[in-house]
């Protein structure tokens, strides 16, 4: 906690620092003094609900908790970034008045301007653009592919973080009603179906239970769902959390695999379904085993790997000899719920982070879905919920 508190106290110094600036440019350039008066105010409003809300019990609350945190916290991010934004065009349009000329009053306009343009792009996200999904068709064309499976077509969904929406199931209804009119072959769903608790998937259990296809609803665990993110009064309460959701996933007709592998079939040929526990990198925790799941992963049969955290296929499949997994299915990303003419802040921290990538000889694929929840901030700013249609070809 002391940790947490020493940065929220650092950025709030620099908010207030912020907020005084603002306020002496209105004291000065406003003839009347409300302006003034309605940014200060506004200011310690917004201070003293972001340091009530750093102290709420996230880990230990529940679910609405969470939201109000969630919620109070960005709100304030898009008031101050717009703030940052225009305090650094005013100022930089003072600096000809440091070299005894006028101000360029046009740099401060634009500021303004720039300023209110973050503010709308955010809450659009956080209205508008975090329910528009987007379907995303792709080809993977794999060698020895079983000949009936020539055109088999996938429909990958991934990270929902069904706390996020609370007990309103529109989105979840309307992610349902779409995957359905694509009419799949199979439906898989790579992880991070909750937040921190099983609890908060009971409103959205009957919706999620309409997902259908003629192969089934097979999915995996991320590393939101095994109940890390929240404080336990012991380690049987938290395996009981896991329990439950892995309860209602076969409630909802979902095959869970638990590394594990089932087996697709059509007429005589077949296509093996893998998929592994939460395997990732640091600080993510390792639950997974592909050895478990499939224990001869070299042989010749035709697989498709789930597997939530994209760095399992960099760090152990891609370019491996011994690994004969010709497409790998992951989440995780988000694309950090950020993406804006292809650039996601999301590739400073992984070199696979939404989209197709094949290793050097185009024998291992990986697509990554960048998801349809959020988590963190309820935005997507670009990177719109994305649901993709996978379709493989022999080569």
């Not at 409103?203 to 999915?219: N, T, W």
Request: aromatic share 10%; with cysteine.
């Amino acid at each position: 906690m002391r940790l947490l508190l020493f940065p929220v106290i650092i950025i709030i110094l620099v908010n207030i620092l912020v907020d005084s600036y603002i306020y002496g440019i209105l004291r000065r350039r406003c003839s009347r003094i409300w302006p003034s008066q309605v940014q200060a105010w506004s200011a310690l409003v917004f201070q003293l609900a972001v340091l009530a809300a750093i102290c709420l019990p996230r880990r230990g609350g529940d679910n609405a908790v969470l939201l109000a945190v969630m919620w109070t916290l960005y709100a304030y991010l898009t008031v101050y970034l717009p703030k940052y934004v225009f305090v650094v065009f005013d100022f930089v349009s003072r600096i000809p008045a440091m070299m005894h000329r006028g101000r360029a009053k046009w740099l401060s306009v634009a500021g303004v301007g720039f300023a209110l343009a973050v503010f709308v792009a955010m809450w659009w996200g956080a209205l508008v653009n975090r329910h528009n999904l987007q379907v995303k068709e792709c080809e993977i064309a794999i060698e020895n592919l079983p000949k009936e499976f020539d055109g088999f077509r996938i429909a990958q969904i991934s990270d929902l973080h069904v706390g996020t929406f609370g007990s309103d199931t529109a989105f979840v209804h309307s992610l349902v009603d779409k995957v359905n009119s694509l009419r799949p072959d199979v439906v898989v769903f790579t992880g991070d179906i909750v937040n921190s608790r099983t609890s908060e998937l009971l409103p959205h259990i009957k919706p999620l239970s309409r997902l259908q296809a003629p192969h089934g609803v097979f999915s995996i665990l991320g590393n939101h769902d095994y109940g890390d993110y929240s404080d336990w009064p012991n380690d049987i309460a938290k395996l009981q959390n896991l329990n439950e959701l892995i309860a209602f996933q076969k409630e909802m007709g979902w095959r869970l695999l638990l590394n594990e592998t089932d087996f697709l079939h059509i007429g005589n040929d077949s296509i093996a379904l893998v998929g592994v526990e939460n395997i990732g990198d640091p600080p993510f925790k390792v639950y997974g085993s592909l050895a478990k799941a499939y224990p001869n992963p070299s042989d010749s049969v035709t697989k498709v790997l789930l597997t939530h955290n994209p760095a399992h296929w960099t760090d152990s499949i891609a370019n491996n000899p011994e690994i004969n997994i010709p497409l790998t299915l992951s989440g995780h990303t988000h694309a950090m719920q950020m993406e804006v003419a292809g650039w996601s802040p999301a590739m400073w921290r992984y070199d696979t982070w939404g989209g197709l990538y094949n290793d050097a000889d185009s024998t291992h694929h990986l697509y990554v879905n960048i998801g349809d929840g959020t988590v963190g901030f309820p935005a997507r700013i670009g990177a719109t919920p994305e649901i993709t249609i996978l379709t493989l070809r022999k080569r």
